[in-house]
């Protein structure tokens, strides 16, 4: 079957830190998507990896190990809006994207 | 501005009754999609099209009915036969080329009791 992976919630401090892990098992692969959901809200899209390594892009920077099945999204200098849920997607060998639960991001003061 | 519309943003029906949920997008994109989100729970595919007149049957697509017989729209319409109809619905589309990266629509809160 396919799966993918992904902390339920994480809690940082505003100005500090965060890297969320997301772990994927799929038939085939053809990128890895993270997006941004606010509650209520339509996901937005933060990122894209098809090839190993980090894309940066401003505050958030996406890595990907195809061989391990592992990226991470790591937020730098945390605002209040980040406060939100990160969803990791995959692309699997029939070009449909198969979503993680998304990891729910508290930030505190 | 180019974008997906959905409406209405929350939408109330009585158990048995079928409800149409409208999607409609202008940024010229061969394929759309829709999607159903529960809490905790990821984004489930319930149907998809490449190409006017043509749609797939996503992982959930029992209970959902849809049409394509235009580019740029792709209602879905919830059936009485959905168990468990109550749920935010989001449509989605995108190109059919690398990074094949999927615009959202502002979603759809269906509650049915």
């Known amino acids: 079957g396919q799966n993918i992976d992904q902390p339920t919630e994480m809690t940082a401090t505003e100005g500090a830190i965060v890297q969320i892990n997301c772990t994927y098992q799929t038939s085939g692969f053809n990128g890895l998507f993270w997006y941004q959901q606010h509650a209520g809200e339509a996901p937005t899209f933060l990122s894209y990896n098809v090839l190993d390594g980090l894309e940066e892009k401003g505050r958030f920077s996406s890595f990907l190990s195809r061989s391990k099945g592992y990226s991470y999204l790591l937020l730098k200098e945390l605002q209040m809006k980040d406060s939100a849920s990160y969803l990791c997607a995959v692309l699997d060998s029939n070009y449909q994207l198969i979503w993680g639960a998304g990891t729910k991001l508290i930030i505190k003061p | 501005d180019g974008g997906i519309t959905q409406s209405p943003k929350y939408l109330f029906r009585k158990e048995g009754q079928n409800v149409t949920l409208s999607c409609e997008q202008n940024l010229n994109h061969d394929a759309m999609y829709w999607y159903r989100q529960d809490p905790g729970q990821g984004l489930r595919l319930i149907y998809y099209s490449q190409i006017v007149n043509d749609f797939q049957k996503g992982d959930i697509a029992e209970g959902y009915s849809v049409s394509r017989e235009k580019k740029e729209s792709f209602p879905l319409t919830v059936t009485s036969a959905q168990k468990n109809p109550t749920a935010f619905y989001l449509c989605?589309?995108?190109?059919?080329?690398?990074?094949?990266?999927?615009?959202f629509g502002p979603g759809t809160r269906l509650t049915v009791t």
């Open positions: 989605a589309s995108s190109i059919l080329a690398e990074p094949y990266e999927q615009y």
